[in-house]
């Protein structure tokens, strides 16, 4: 099961690009990597997944290096509304499981 | 977009008790997933299902727990005899079996609080 390694907590500014990476130093050939966001009280909300290289969505971009290890979440001009946990996980398509580590905190300030 | 449901959004029960937590997962979605967390700490895998059967649980599920599918809509989770650090937000989740989703991509319902006095 690869175990994933961010930081516990990120501060940012309105209107800046917030790049949260993300170590997963055993991820697997069948395993993707994932984001989630967490808002208190609520549960996790999916925001994008990758294999390799970059994906993107109208939320965020994902970059992931050719050797898998790592990956950076990308949130283009950050909002007060974007203060939340933010999850790197890895899926694993042959468990179809999620493991969710302590995640990034991040605090967005006007 | 169609969602997951949860009742009850918060149910405090004494020491000791049956709880039954429920779920309306996404009606074409093929996997379900329940997850905990205690209040400050991570999410916490409990079990998933598929195919009218457990596929992976972790070591909390224990004998303790159970879940069913009763019918062709809601997905149970049962916990007897409730201790208490049951206390938790319990979140259900489903996910399909399709290519046109990426295949980590879960929808969480809001919640069931259970506090366990």
């Known amino acids: 099961l690869a175990k994933t390694t961010q930081p516990i907590s990120m501060d940012s500014y309105e209107g800046q690009e917030v790049n949260i990476t993300c170590s997963h130093n055993?991820?697997?050939?069948?395993?993707?990597i994932t984001w989630y966001q967490q808002f208190p009280s609520q549960g996790p909300r999916f925001i994008i997944q990758?294999?390799?290289t970059k994906v993107t969505n109208e939320v965020a971009s994902l970059f992931i290096p050719a050797d898998r290890k790592s990956s950076t979440l990308s949130l283009p001009r950050v909002s007060l509304s974007d203060t939340a946990v933010y999850y790197c996980?890895?899926?694993?398509?042959?468990?179809?499981?999620?493991?969710f580590g302590s995640g990034t905190r991040l605090q967005v300030q006007p | 977009e169609p969602e997951v449901t949860q009742t009850p959004s918060h149910q405090v029960t004494q020491m000791g008790q049956e709880v039954i937590l429920r779920c309306v997962p996404i009606?074409?979605?093929?996997?379900f997933y329940w997850y905990r967390q205690i209040l400050g700490q991570k999410v916490e895998f409990l079990v998933s299902?598929?195919?009218?059967?457990?596929?992976?649980k972790s070591e909390i599920f224990d004998d303790q727990f159970s879940v069913e599918r009763p019918d062709g809509s809601n997905f149970t989770l049962k916990i007897r005899s409730t201790k208490l650090e049951d206390s938790a937000m319990y979140f259900c989740a489903s996910s399909e079996v399709t290519s046109g989703r990426a295949p980590g991509e879960l929808f969480f319902g809001e919640g069931s609080r259970l506090t366990v006095l």
């Open positions: 990758g294999y390799k």
């Open positions: 996980l890895v899926f694993d398509t042959g468990r179809r499981a999620l493991t």
């Open positions: 009606s074409n979605h093929l996997y």
């Open positions: 055993n991820i697997a050939t069948n395993d993707y």
């Open positions: 299902f598929y195919n009218n059967e457990i596929s992976e």
